[in-house]
Every structure is written in structure tokens, then in C-alpha cells.
């Protein structure tokens, strides 16, 4: 790292520096390897068509308590074909610590505006980072089998084995930059007020968000153009415009005791959210092909009498085209929409805190302060002040499902079993 200060003049203050920047343990990303290792959280399930090849049916016959057998349990954890199958966690052997890259830059001036007083503070800060090693996730048990109309990769499970488990493992990503605009004044007054204000402008991109604890959780819990590769795009952390303010002000009511009052605000853009299909099949997609991720893929949009889709009812299509509009997608006809082109509504809030100092009477100059904070304090006065309306975690909205065909039908009509394909066709 290096980094530099410079006083230009007795008002004028700049400050700079980079470096690389890592550390910290993934303690839990690597604890899933070792609580995932097949045996631990494998399951089967038995069912009647299934009961004699499980060879359980026996230790299943007129169970009344809810101890397992121990023939299931050795099942479990002895059968060749059930081992197979249970979902493992893996690290990959070139794993590296996640770092960054980090520039920063920032001037600060003490002015004098003359009637409005001196001692204004005054400052501009510009930050760069860039991810070096990033952490993500991938199937090893999803395998790519074909490609899908829109273009991307359709997967199935490796060797053809039909099963609805998963193999992550956790690998680097260097995907991901960010870069950060602040501006910001502060004033303190000698009767005890002061007054601060910012606004920063952010533009922040990544891969994997990292928005969960395990391994299972992180891999699903993105937004995929490749159904087995989260999407690089802008990040669901960007609050692209935020504003902060504070105004505070200390006074001596009783004796020398301060009590000091103030009030803090932020405005920031709401979060970031993107637009996708669901595959509802709800174990392993017989449209994308992956395993627990599959309403996180992202939404593709037809053109105008696409031969690569077809609408169940004619009202559904005038819906969708109506929901495009109003989401202003319409640019993205013909395409897949890129990762968190949308954004929730803008989060307003007021914080208020109240301290008082108290005398201690068996030291002469010692003090205690009690103090209260009251977070987001105008919603106490009205429940729709403050409130925060956003998509839900992890910030993905659905708005359609689809299915495979293996050809086209007509608007309206109602596809057959046999026309919904099992390799890739149509979407």
C-alpha cells in the first residue's frame, strides 16, 4: 500500500493513496465443505414405485415414532447408487483469498464566506476499486447439453443420471469493480450548532453478490444469463444517488451538563433489481436444466411475432407487452435483459438522537450522558413515512414462466405432452 498527504496551504488539504487489500478468513464458505460431504446431508426418497429398488420397505413397514431405522441410516450412508447421487460441496484446489485494488483521492478546504463565517469545511472524494479474487459458485453436477433459443447454454445432470442434487464448488471470480463520487461540507458554530451534508454517486458491478452464508444459498441466490454462471452486471448493493444530512446543537440548560440534540438524514435510490423467468418445475429444470436457482434467470424479451416464443392466451401476451413498456424494456427486445436494470423506489428516512449529561457528584469533573436514538422517527408519526418498498431477497422478480416445446404453437392453444421437448427447442 501507498498512500500521501499533502497541506497544500493552510486550508487546502489533499490526501491519496492505493493498494491491494485482502484478508479475512471464508471460515463458513469453507466449513460447508466439511458438513457437505455426501454422507452428512444425503436423502432419498422412497416412494411405493420406488420402495423395493431403495431396499427399505422393510425397515419402513409400521413405523410409529419418528426414529429412523438403522437399515435407513446405513442405506444412506453404505449404498453405492444413493452416495452418488447426495449433494457434496468442493473447494476449488486454486482457490485464492478474496482481494481488491483500491484508489482513493480526496481534497479538503477550509473556507471563509465572508458574512456566512469561517471555518466552512468543504471536500471531494473519488474511490476506484477492482476485485482481483472474487468468490462465486458453480454445479459440477450441471454440465452443458445444448443451447436454448435465446442463446444460452441449456444444462443436464453429468452422465445423463437423472437427480435433483448439486455439487458447488467454491472458485474465484475477477469479475467486479466499483467506483465512488463524494461531495460533502460540514459547519460548527461556537453557540453549539453544526451542520453536515454529503451526496455520493455510486457505479458498482459485480458477479457473484454474495448475499447468503452457504455455499447453496450464494450459488442460487444471483441472476443468470448462463443458468450455471451468476451474470455480471450492476450489483445489488449500488445505491446509485445518496444523500446525507445531520444537524445538531449542544447547550448548557442546567449548570455546565450539555444536552445535546440532533436530527440525521439519508435519501438514497432504492435497490437494484432484476427481471426474470421462472421454470417451474421445481427439482431439476426441464428448461435450463440446473437445480434450485431456476427463478433467477434472466428475462428474455420477443420481438414482435418472435418465433422463439409462444403465449398460452392472447390476454397474457397483451399483459406481457404492457409490462415491458411500463418497465421500459422495450430496448431490450430480442435480447435477454441484462442484471438489475431496475430499481425499487427511493428510501427516505430521519434519525433522532437526544443525550443529557448528568454531574457525578464523587468526582468533580466527571460526567455521565443518558442518552435515546430513535431511528427512522417520522414513521412513529405516520407508518407510510420512512417506509422501504423494495423486491424482495433475493431481488429477483419473475414475471413470467416457461417451458420447453418442441415446436411453436398457436397463441391461446394449450401445448401437449408431447410437444414439450426434453432436449432444447423452444422456449
Known amino acids: 500500500r501507498a498512500a500521501f498527504d499533502w497541506e497544500a496551504t493552510d486550508r487546502l488539504i489533499v490526501r491519496g493513496g492505493a493498494g491491494i487489500f485482502a484478508g479475512g478468513t471464508p ?46 441410516l446405513s442405506f444412506l450412508t453404505t ?46 472524494q473519488g474511490l476506484y476499486d477492482e476485485t482481483l479474487n472474487g468468490y462465486m459458485w458453480q454445479d459440477l453436477r450441471s454440465v452443458a447439453i445444448g443451447t436454448l433459443p435465446d442463446g444460452r447454454t441449456r444444462y443436464g ?50 458477479r457473484s453478490g454474495l448475499t447468503s452464508s452457504t455455499s447453496s444459498s450464494n450459488y442460487a441466490n444471483n441472476s443468470f444469463v448462463d443458468p450455471n454462471l451468476p451474470a455480471y452486471g450492476r450489483s445489488v448493493y449500488e445505491y446509485r444517488d445518496q444523500w446525507k444530512f445531520g444537524v445538531n446543537y449542544k447547550h448548557a440548560f442546567f449548570g455546565d451538563a450539555k444536552t445535546t440534540l440532533g436530527l440525521f438524514g439519508e435519501i438514497r435510490s432504492g435497490r437494484p433489481y432484476s427481471v426474470t423467468m421462472l421454470d417451474n418445475t421445481g427439482t431439476r429444470g426441464t428448461v435450463f436444466g440446473t437445480v434450485g436457482n431456476l427463478g433467477n434467470m434472466l428475462l428474455y424479451v420477443p420481438t414482435a411475432g418472435d418465433t422463439k416464443v409462444s403465449f398460452d392466451t392472447a390476454a397474457n401476451e397483451t399483459a406481457f407487452n404492457n409490462l415491458v413498456a411500463s418497465l421500459g424494456l422495450d430496448k431490450y427486445r430480442g435480447r435477454i435483459v441484462p442484471k438489475n436494470t431496475q430499481t425499487s423506489p427511493n428510501f ?31 414513521n412513529l408519526i405516520n407508518r407510510d413515512w420512512g417506509a422501504l418498498k423494495q423486491v424482495a431477497f433475493p431481488y429477483n422478480a419473475s414475471v413470467v414462466r416457461v417451458q420447453c416445446l418442441s415446436a411453436p404453437v398457436a397463441t391461446g392453444t394449450t401445448p401437449t405432452a408431447a410437444q414439450i421437448n426434453t432436449s432444447s427447442s423452444q422456449a
Open 348 to 378: 427516505f428516512k430521519l434519525d433522532f438522537h437526544f443525550g443529557q449529561e448528568i454531574p457525578v457528584p464523587m468526582v468533580p469533573t466527571g460526567k455521565l450522558e443518558l442518552f435515546a436514538d430513535i431511528e427512522n422517527v417520522l
Open 157 to 206: 445432470p453429468i452422465g445423463g443420471v437423472a437427480t435433483t442434487n448439486r455439487d458447488l464448488m467454491l472458485t474465484n471470480t475477477k469479475d467486479g469493480r466499483a467506483w465512488f463520487l463524494t461531495a460533502k461540507f460540514a459547519k460548527d458554530w461556537s453557540n453549539g450548532l453544526s451542520i453536515n451534508g454529503s451526496y455520493t454517486r455510486s457505479n458498482v458491478k459485480d
Open 27 to 72: 471460515d463458513v464458505f469453507l466449513s460447508n465443505v466439511f458438513s457437505n460431504t455426501g454422507q452428512l446431508t444425503n436423502s432419498v426418497t422412497v416412494t411405493a414405485a420406488n420402495c423395493a429398488a431403495a431396499g427399505t420397505c422393510g425397515a419402513l413397514t409400521g413405523i410409529t415414532s419418528g426414529t429412523i431405522p438403522q437399515s435407513v
Open 79 to 124: 449404498n453405492t447408487a444413493s452416495l452418488a447421487a447426495a449433494p457434496t460441496d468442493s473447494i476449488d484446489p486454486k482457490l485464492k483469498l478474496a482481494s481488491k485494488m483500491k484508489a482513493s483521492l480526496q481534497v479538503d478546504y477550509n473556507a471563509n464566506l465572508g458574512a456566512l463565517g469561517d471555518g466552512w469545511l468543504f471536500g471531494v
